[in-house]
């Protein structure tokens, strides 16, 4: 089955220990990227890949550190978690986002539900 | 640059009414647009998409959206609303990059639905 696969679902940390979400997918997608959606505000993005070894910051990226060793994996990691990242992550890709004017849609991931105390 | 607004936070119908849930984007070209759906504690799901093809879109569990240029509208419709389709629906737009496109979000309408 396609999909993309978000672990942990519940995760609740104490502040400033380091932690690691991760995301894989197996639909050999070029784009990955995560969200954090919080109440009111929708789902802003805080990072995305573009291909392997390609990274770049979205709308909301500090306090996040990512990485593209492999085209199907793209963990997110809190360097040193606060508790205003307390939020629902979410990961996703699609098919290459190339022309500009065109996107394919993503495929999401069930969601991180994160907790900082 | 390229912005989506949903109109209503909530909108609240009977079941068996029609749905309307209204979306506006801006955007200096023919922008994709996708309406996505959360049920409670899930993640989000395609709905239906546009992509520069027919204007009115079908999409899965009886709802379509009419892409509008000339009121940069594309409202989502259902005829008749059914208890599950109480959740949280999201109106999004393709943004320009250089060279590439991403996604923005609105900021999304919940939906009611009352017996």
């Known amino acids: 089955e396609a999909q993309v696969t978000q672990n942990p679902r519940y995760l609740i940390t104490v502040t400033g220990k380091k932690l690691t979400v991760t995301c894989s997918q197996n639909?050999?997608?070029?784009?990955m990227s995560w969200y954090r959606q919080d109440p009111g505000l929708g789902l802003r993005q805080i990072y995305y890949?573009?291909?392997?070894?390609?990274?770049d910051k979205g709308d909301v990226p500090e306090g996040y550190k990512v990485s593209r060793k492999e085209k199907r994996n793209f963990p997110l990691i809190l360097e040193s978690p606060s508790p205003n990242q307390t939020s629902l992550y979410f990961c996703?890709?699609?098919?290459?986002?190339?022309?500009?004017?065109?996107?394919?849609?993503?495929?999401f991931g069930s969601g991180t539900r994160l907790t900082v105390v | 640059a390229q912005s989506v607004t949903q109109l209503d936070s909530h909108v609240s119908v009977s079941e068996g009414t029609p749905v309307l849930l209204r979306c506006n984007y801006s955007?200096?070209?023919?922008?994709?647009l996708f309406w996505y759906v959360q049920h409670p504690n899930k993640g989000l799901q395609l709905l239906l998409k546009?992509?520069?093809?027919?204007?009115l879109v079908k999409g899965i569990n009886g709802f379509e959206a009419e892409f509008k240029k000339s009121e940069t509208s594309f409202h989502l419709t259902k005829p008749s609303a059914h208890m599950s389709d109480a959740a949280e629906y999201f109106c999004?737009?393709?943004?320009?990059?250089?060279?590439?496109?991403?996604?923005?979000f609105g900021k999304g309408t919940m939906l009611l639905v009352s017996p």
């Open positions: 996703a890709s699609s098919l290459k986002v190339y022309p500009p004017d065109r996107h394919y849609g993503y495929t």
């Open positions: 639909m050999n997608h070029e784009y």
């Open positions: 890949s573009m291909n392997v070894e390609v990274t």
């Open positions: 955007s200096s070209y023919s922008p994709s």
């Open positions: 546009y992509t520069s093809a027919a204007t």
């Open positions: 999004v737009v393709s943004v320009r990059g250089s060279g590439y496109s991403t996604l923005t």
